[in-house]
């Protein structure tokens, strides 16, 4: 079996081969990243007749998966999308591209930085070609081990039978020169003992032979094994724009998670880990609401979810940056939790195309010191304390709760965010609407009313809201 190996980065592919028959990875080149990429990967794919791909995945000092490794995460799903059929798996990877570059170096000849990802790339499947199934050829060296036990006894009679066979020949030849009648009896024997000696090496060589094909069937049924292996099972998990915690947790307990295992993921600090250092500027107590970015990402069956959530909270990490959200809401006289906590509550009062508006609202509404008035807050508070409203029965009730996150009854943001928004709704708190409404409201007919004065809002919410507004918190 034929496997190609990758060490990606951002600028080149470095790029090398094996064959299972050999076990010695190869340098083959590099790919430019671009436009052609994926095409170059195809061909090469097509050359070498194999579409399995074997991924460095690189990780921290301390084992942890970096942005880096996310990176490498998007491009094997968008390789198994672009070159149908390809099946990947990922190999650890540790400073591969200083060992690349040493060796290099030390052949004293002159190279390029793609020649550096190509040995890298090298590294890599070398090192999966010699890590994998290790136990399966210590199995196979202890079954080599035992036929050549067995083998060995009978090797060892038929030459002690030939030996001696070769002696009596010698013996009665010398005799037949003296007594004709001794030869005869002599011709008899060695007639009688040569069969048996003959057949002992037949066995012999049979033994061998039987070995030598077992041992070739057991190889190639190792290596299919290993390609079942590289068609790892993979599961998806999409999480939606303005979905909460509690939703998330529920999706992992419906993928057979553990409920103390789902708990303890979402309680563990990953604003040490690199690339999630936008976490410590959260307040004390906070918890990961608002900064699971709602997207769709696939996993290997037994990724923890620790690891998940990881992945999920590198995406956000992304976005923050490419954006430059921390600024965009700084301007906006906001942190970076409060931009966030903003854009979870416009992410639930409306849709992508009315949230800019929606979120100059809400901004202007902080601006002038008035309660933003929203009742998707009221809504969330209630979801912790009473989820089957047993105890608030009522709009009335509800909206008297005693809770930081009840922007009716308390003046400024809540407490922390009430869902993961998308992007759209961060965008739009980082650049909202040139407008200066302070009301708005959503019709019986799904449209969006906007006003300027309490009055206009009231006479919008009787005119348009009839229904929707008297809908259970």
Same mark, same amino acid.
């Given at each position: ?237 999409? #999480?939606?724009?303005?979905? /909460?915690?509690?939703? %998330?947790? *529920?999706?992992? +307990?419906?993928?057979? @998670?553990? $409920? ?50 990881? #992945?999920?909270?590198?995406? /956000?990490?992304?976005? %923050?940056? *490419?954006?430059? +959200?921390?600024?965009? @809401?700084? $301007? ?142």
């Amino acid at each position: 079996m034929k496997i190609i190996g990758l060490d990606v980065g951002e600028k080149r592919i470095g790029v090398a081969k094996v064959d299972s028959s050999t076990r010695i990875a190869v340098p083959v080149g590099f790919v430019e990243t671009g436009d052609t990429m994926w095409q170059e990967l195809a061909k090469l794919s097509r050359i070498n007749t194999t579409n399995f791909f074997v991924l460095g995945l690189p990780r921290s000092n301390e084992g942890n998966e970096t942005k880096q490794s996310l990176y490498v995460r998007n491009f094997a799903r968008v390789l198994t999308e672009k070159i149908p059929g390809a099946k990947v798996r990922f190999q650890d990877e540790s400073l591969t591209s200083v060992e690349a570059e040493s060796r290099l170096k030390q052949r004293k000849k002159k190279y390029v930085k793609g020649d550096i990802d190509a040995e890298a790339a090298t590294i890599i499947l070398q090192d999966f070609i010699e890590n994998f199934n290790e136990s399966a050829y210590k199995k196979e060296a202890a079954k080599v081990d035992q036929i050549l036990e067995n083998i060995n006894p009978v090797v060892a009679e038929t030459k002690k039978i030939a030996k001696n066979t070769k002696g009596i020949a010698k013996k009665q030849g010398d005799k037949i020169a003296l007594n004709a009648r001794k030869t005869k009896n002599t011709l008899k024997k060695f007639l009688i003992i040569s069969p048996i000696a003959l057949i002992l090496i037949i066995v012999a060589i049979v033994g061998v032979v039987i070995w030598r094909q077992n041992q070739l069937r057991e190889r190639e049924q190792m290596w299919a094994d290993m390609e079942a292996a590289m068609v790892p099972d993979v599961f998806s998990i999409t #999480i939606k724009p303005g979905e /909460t915690i509690f939703d %998330i947790k *529920e999706m992992l +307990l419906e993928h057979g @998670y553990d $409920a103390a295992e789902i708990d303890a993921a979402f309680r563990h600090d990953y604003s040490n880990e690199a690339g999630l250092e936008f976490l410590k500027e959260r307040p004390a107590g906070a918890t990961l609401e608002g900064y699971i970015f709602g997207e769709t990402r696939e996993f290997y069956t037994n990724t923890s979810v620790e690891e998940i959530l990881k #992945i999920f909270l590198m995406g /956000t990490g992304e976005i %923050i940056a *490419e954006n430059d +959200l921390v600024a965009k @809401y700084k $301007a906006h006289g906001l942190t970076l939790f409060e931009g966030i906590t903003l854009a979870s509550i416009v992410q639930k009062e409306a849709k992508s195309a009315d949230q800019p508006t929606v979120a100059q609202v809400f901004l202007s509404r902080l601006e002038q010191g008035m309660a933003l008035g929203s009742d998707v807050t009221v809504t969330y508070a209630l979801d912790i304390v009473d989820p089957n409203r047993e105890t608030y029965k009522d709009n009335q009730s509800a909206l008297l709760i005693d809770s930081c996150y009840n922007t009716r009854l308390h003046a400024g943001l809540p407490c922390g965010p009430i869902s993961n928004p998308g992007l759209s709704a961060l965008l739009a708190v980082a650049e909202p609407s040139d407008t200066s409404y302070l009301y708005f409201l959503t019709g019986d007919d799904g449209m969006m009313y906007y006003s300027y004065t309490d009055s206009e809002h009231a006479q919008n919410a009787a005119k348009y809201c009839s229904k929707l507004c008297q809908v259970s918190l």
